[in-house]
């Protein structure tokens, strides 16, 4: 079993709120992402991150950010959430040679009324 | 158009037949291929990789064909737990973005 964990697994908010959603990996990959995923949807990269202190986005635009202070540690937050980015978010991670082996956390399915 | 594109089914196939699907992708620079399975409201996880030679693991075959520029997947003797969206994956390599995914492929094993 991967050992990369999601939290909140579930999350409703109110229109304009703050959120941070919490994406920790125990396997010491220095690869990590972010991916949306909407029912019935490919997954959509919107961040990635190659190490410590690397951020880039990711081929679908996002109004969300992250940050890579620690090598586990993946969060990524929402300023003023909208009904808009009501989705599924997956984290993944995978070792920095074997980049298309990729291990993903359960997922956030964030609802914003 | 897109870059790796799947049958998104649904295929119904009755329990104990063969089942084989494809996926095209359309950038010549990639590199590494993969198959992934998605269950219902779940993450995805690492089927298995595909190589130009072809490789089997168990019941499932996967294939590539870069002069076609396809991959496949075959799976014998399918079981009810086989029932999963199949999911077309591949890496370009460099180290720069993530995996592209396709939509994936609805497979439904009836008893």
């Known amino acids: 079993e991967a050992d990369i964990y999601q939290t909140p697994r579930y999350l409703v908010i109110g229109t304009g709120k703050k959120i941070t959603l919490e994406c920790s990996q125990t396997m010491g990959h220095d690869k990590m992402y972010w991916y949306q995923q909407d029912p019935g949807m490919e997954l959509h990269l919107i961040h990635y991150s190659y190490g410590v202190n690397s951020t880039e986005k990711g081929d679908l635009s996002s109004e969300s950010t992250v940050s890579r202070i620690r090598t586990e540690h993946f969060p990524l937050t929402l300023e003023s959430a909208r009904p808009s980015h009501t989705s599924q978010y997956l984290c993944?991670?995978?070792?920095?040679?074997?980049?298309?082996?990729?291990?993903f956390g359960q997922g956030t399915r964030l609802t914003v009324v | 158009r897109k870059e790796v594109e799947q049958d998104p089914g649904p295929f119904n196939v009755p329990e104990g037949a063969t089942v084989a699907f494809n996926c095209t992708y359309s950038?010549?620079?990639?590199?590494?291929f993969f198959w992934y399975r998605q269950d219902c409201r779940k993450e995805p996880k690492l089927l298995m990789s595909v190589y130009s030679s072809g490789n089997e693991d168990g019941r499932f075959t996967a294939q590539l064909n870069r002069a076609s520029q396809y991959i496949s997947l075959l799976i014998r003797d399918s079981k009810l737990s086989d029932s999963a969206t199949y999911l077309c994956?591949?890496?370009?390599?460099?180290?720069?973005?993530?995996?592209?995914f396709g939509k994936g492929t609805h497979l439904i094993i009836q008893p």
């Open positions: 993944a991670s995978s070792e920095y040679q074997i980049e298309g082996k990729a291990f």
């Open positions: 950038n010549s620079a990639s590199q590494s």
């Open positions: 994956v591949w890496y370009s390599g460099g180290g720069a973005d993530g995996l592209t």
